[in-house]
């Protein structure tokens, strides 16, 4: 069957003759029966299971002629009522190594055997439901086929089909914002710290701006007022995004006093070692690696690992500050221009 076959042929349900009708009600009737078959046999097994022998075994000898009767059906041969001579039904061959119908030879003792006996008993019911099984699935393939079959199939095909481009199509959907994420509204913060040996950041001390998101990779200045409480500090935390994926630069920062004078400035540029100057000063880098193939005396790019990227840093104590300015740049990752 060609893919032209499967999305040209109808979409409706077709329409049945007569005869297919009827082998479609007679296949319905089989197919609840057989689960009905099974269900009872989990019973069975569940009260043998539970040693609760006398009720299994009045299910037993119920089933006993329900499997009878099931496979009297598939061959359209006499049916026989519940405790009824069994004696002129035909143990049918089996193309399988299994031996059904055998727990017959045993029918009329049923209600009085032993625990063991039954579960032998029982062992050849479940032969038989296999026996079943098999020749029911190629009743109903072979005997009881209709175009409602031919388009049943299609129509799982269909489904598969379109269901695995749907399936695909979110997956990629989703592999590309989870790769190439798209820049959110966020912003920029800053914790000023004590020093080296006293690096805790509290959120009373944290500095925010919101994230321009104009004209990203240009450069853009931050300004932060500090206030009297952190005038003192010889160390800072810089949160520059909160989100993974993206690239970005530090260009460097400056401190000020309450005179506009830089009582400290530090550029963020790679030494020939390929890691930032002085890196001894960096304490932590979170959640952020490198970008790319660099030179030594570039600025250093850096790409987002996780949601919570930070650089701490310390530098020698500053008094009387006043702002912090932040030079930095945004890039979504997937828009950068190979070297």
Not at 17 to 27: C, L, Y
Not at 61 to 72: A, E, K, T
Not at 290 to 304: C, F, L, N, R
């Amino acid at each position: 069957m060609t893919l032209k076959e499967i999305f040209v042929s109808n979409w409706k349900l077709p329409t049945l003759s007569q005869e297919e009708t009827e082998k479609e009600k007679i296949k319905s009737d089989l197919i609840k029966g057989f689960k009905q078959l099974s269900a009872r046999m989990e019973s069975i097994e569940i009260l043998i299971s539970n040693t609760q022998l006398e009720d299994a075994k009045i299910l037993l000898f119920h089933l006993s002629y329900d499997l009878i009767n099931f496979y009297q059906k598939c061959i359209k041969g006499k049916t026989f009522g519940l405790g009824d001579d069994t004696s002129s039904f035909s143990i049918p061959d089996s193309p399988i190594k299994i031996k059904p119908f055998q727990y017959l030879n045993e029918l009329n003792k049923l209600s009085s055997l032993d625990e063991q006996e039954l579960d032998k008993y029982f062992e050849e019911c479940l032969h038989t439901l296999d026996f079943i099984t098999f020749y029911f699935k190629k009743q109903i393939i072979g005997n009881y086929k209709t175009t409602l079959d031919q388009f049943k199939f299609i129509r799982q095909i269909r489904v598969s089909v379109i269901g695995l481009v749907v399936l695909f199509s979110i997956s990629s959907v989703l592999y590309y914002q989870f790769k190439f994420p798209k820049l959110k509204q966020q912003n920029v913060e800053l914790y000023p710290f004590l020093d080296k040996e006293h690096p805790q950041t509290v959120e009373s001390m944290k500095l925010t701006l919101p994230l321009v998101q104009e004209n990203l990779g240009d450069w853009v200045e931050y300004q932060f007022s500090i206030p009297e409480t952190m005038e003192q500090f010889g160390g800072i935390r810089i949160d520059p995004l909160e989100q993974r994926g993206i690239r970005f630069a530090i260009e460097g920062f400056q401190i000020l006093d309450d005179k506009k004078s830089v009582v400290y400035s530090r550029k963020l540029i790679l030494d020939q070692s390929l890691l930032p100057e002085n890196y001894q000063d960096f304490l932590a880098i979170i959640d952020i690696k490198t970008a790319g193939k660099q030179q030594p005396g570039e600025i250093v790019e850096m790409i987002t690992t996780g949601n919570n990227p930070q650089i701490h840093l310390v530098f020698p104590m500053v008094k009387n500050a006043k702002t912090i300015k932040l030079k930095m740049k945004y890039i979504e990752a997937h828009k950068v221009k190979k070297k």
